[in-house]
């Protein structure tokens, strides 16, 4: 069963994808999957994995050394193959809307994050799992060393397509 944050987040994507299908000028495409997450606390789980097409301009990519939270595309040897941007995934807090409109919007820190999150990653021949990665800033004595990357849990793709 899928929690109300992923079912909403399922009928945006299945929107975007109708709409994005409709809109491809023939540009070259390549092979991609759509992956939705639910996250409850520490607990992530991949709901849906559907493959798509994407144009090859439109995927988003980011350096190994950028900070927040990505998905990774990696090999059977934990190598990584792509790495994904995803910044709204796992966030430890929530905007609270005022019930009157001239009133600010504010942000919250919760005890215990829930919701869902999207990303679209390149699938080339090698790929074998994904690996959700926290990078953070470097701090106090390992500035020369670079930011920090913590693997936050790695999951298997189903094959997709001819290998």
Known sequence: MLLPH???VLAGVLLVSQVAAAQNDGKKTMPATRLIFEYDGERVRL???MPVDISA???STAEKDSIGVFVEVRDAANRTLARV???EAMSTSIEAFPE???????RSDVARPTGAFTVVVPVVAATDHITIVRTTPASGNTRATGPTSVDLVSLPLKAVGPQ
């Open 47 to 49: 709901v849906q994995q």
């Open 6 to 8: 992923a079912a909403a």
């Open 57 to 59: 301009d439109t995927l």
């Open 100 to 106: 009157q409109h001239d009133q600010r919007i504010t």
């Open 85 to 87: 941007p995803a910044p």
